[in-house]
């Protein structure tokens, strides 16, 4: 069965400083990875996606990923943290060729980016 | 690009009515669109899968009978969550997929309060 796991319910992390938001999924076969950033009462922004090619992906607003076969993980990561990108962000995983190609989502990790 | 829209974004009505939520991809023909449910602070529960035409797949658990999805046309769905009840309450979440991508994109969700 695909899952995807994001084990920290919330990151806390000063302005300018280095974020990660962490990852992991379990599917047969290889992933669609995807990750999505939802502000309060908003539905989600699509940031950023991995379906083949060169493991680092880049996204919006400076967001980037990477795909990590033999860790099984799609870390999220930016350089340098903004107040605004305090949010809350979802990692989802889709098997390729199946279905209805729905996604899987993770339970979402809470960043707090404080000034 | 990849526009959704959600209607309306918030509506407030009587147990045992019932809602039609709309959901319309603006600048491109869903040929699947998505229905979720959110509630607070929690992540997305897929309830049903619509393809333009056709009937929609149900999640395990879900009442097929009491949210009704139809999907007329290549940038419409509509859920109707009939006989409305305060459990019912939540934030109702649309996303819409063409058939050329693999990324799912999301409307700004609908809250739903029952009284």
């Known amino acids: 069965a695909q899952s995807v796991a994001q084990p920290e319910d919330q990151v806390n992390v000063a302005e300018g400083n280095p974020l990660t938001v962490k990852c992991t999924y379990s599917v047969s076969g290889n992933p669609y990875l995807f990750w999505y950033v939802q502000y309060p009462n908003r539905g989600l922004q699509f940031l950023l996606k991995?379906?083949?090619?060169?493991?680092l992906v880049k996204g919006s607003y400076g967001f980037e990923a990477e795909f990590n076969k033999s860790q099984t993980s799609f870390h999220l990561k930016k350089p340098s943290a903004l107040v605004s990108d305090s949010a809350l962000y979802f990692c989802?995983?889709?098997?390729?060729?199946?279905?209805?190609?729905?996604?899987?989502f993770g339970q979402g990790t809470t960043l707090q980016v404080k000034p | 690009g990849a526009v959704v829209s959600q209607h309306p974004s918030r509506v407030i009505c009587k147990s045992g009515t019932s809602v039609k939520i709309e959901c319309r991809s603006l600048d491109f023909q869903a040929t699947t669109m998505f229905w979720y449910r959110q509630f607070p602070k929690k992540s997305l529960m897929l309830m049903a899968t619509?393809?333009?035409?056709?009937?929609?797949?149900?999640e395990q658990g879900v009442e097929k009978d009491k949210f009704l999805i139809n999907h007329a046309s290549l940038t419409l769905s509509t859920l109707t969550v009939t006989s409305a009840h305060p459990e019912d309450s939540s934030f109702y979440i649309c996303?819409?997929?063409?058939?050329?991508?693999?990324?799912?994109?999301f409307g700004p969700g609908t809250r739903l309060t029952v009284l």
């Open positions: 989802a995983v889709r098997a390729p060729h199946r279905g209805t190609g729905k996604l899987i």
């Open positions: 619509s393809n333009e035409g056709s009937k929609a797949t149900y």
């Open positions: 996303s819409a997929r063409g058939s050329d991508t693999n990324t799912q994109y």
């Open positions: 991995y379906i083949t090619g060169d493991n």
